[in-house]
């Protein structure tokens, strides 16, 4: 008997929207799901989305981060969900993402604002910045669980991708796609001022932003 297999199976056909929908490639992004008040449900490490099955999610201690169930090696960057899911009790849900157009903000290492008009109740005050440190590293860890803030539930890691948390994983693969419109009107406001830009390549950049953000929204 597989424990907790629709939410396991929830965290597979969300991992192959986000791969369809580009917000990851390869095996690169993961997700972490609360399962009850103790166990969460992480993706595994290096494995193909669309061969995954809800048996490959392992589950782990919030606490301790110890495998409690299943086989497979659970992802490196285990411990900024479990950082990001105690952090934020009434949210179930912590997607990692390398999206192209909010990661290119994080490489900028800028904080990004949510458009005027947004939800901040639902989607924090801001999308916060989190200094760079390596990949999948104790160091980028306890950076992380440090900036944690209790009204923030979107981060950029500086040079590496985007972090969130919602309700249930619906709502944070909603919040992935406003933080990838964001971005992108982020950087076409900052193109748009700039006036010593190639004039084709100012069109193709406004373009790509322009459908960037009309996905997202």
């Not at 009790?89 to 900028?108: D, E, G, N």
């Not at 290492?109 to 801001?126: M, R, V, Y």
Request: proline content about 4%; overall charge neutral.
């Amino acid at each position: 008997m597989v424990r907790f297999k629709e939410a396991r199976q929830e965290i597979v056909e969300t991992c192959r929207y986000l791969a369809d929908n580009g917000y990851v490639a390869g095996t690169g992004g993961n997700i972490g799901l609360r399962v009850d008040d103790r166990l969460m449900a992480v993706t595994p490490s290096a494995t193909d989305y669309y061969t995954m099955t809800a048996e490959d999610v392992p589950l782990l201690s919030l606490d301790t981060m110890e495998v409690v169930e299943g086989t497979t090696v659970p992802t490196i960057e285990r411990s900024l969900h479990a950082a990001m899911l105690r952090k934020h009790p009434t949210r179930r849900a912590s997607i990692h993402t390398h999206q192209p157009i909010a990661s290119a903000v994080a490489l900028l290492h800028e904080q990004l604002p949510w458009p005027t008009g947004s939800d901040f109740s639902a989607l924090g005050a801001h999308v916060a910045l989190v200094g760079y440190r390596p990949s999948g590293t104790g160091m980028l860890a306890k950076l992380f669980a440090k900036s944690l803030k209790a009204d923030i539930y979107a981060y950029l890691l500086a040079s590496h991708g985007v972090i969130c948390a919602g309700e249930n994983l619906a709502v944070a693969v909603d919040m992935i796609r406003k933080v990838e419109a964001a971005a992108a009107i982020h950087l076409k406001t900052s193109i748009e001022k700039r006036t010593n830009l190639d004039s084709e390549l100012r069109t193709f950049l406004l373009n790509v932003l322009e459908k960037a953000e009309t996905k997202g929204a």
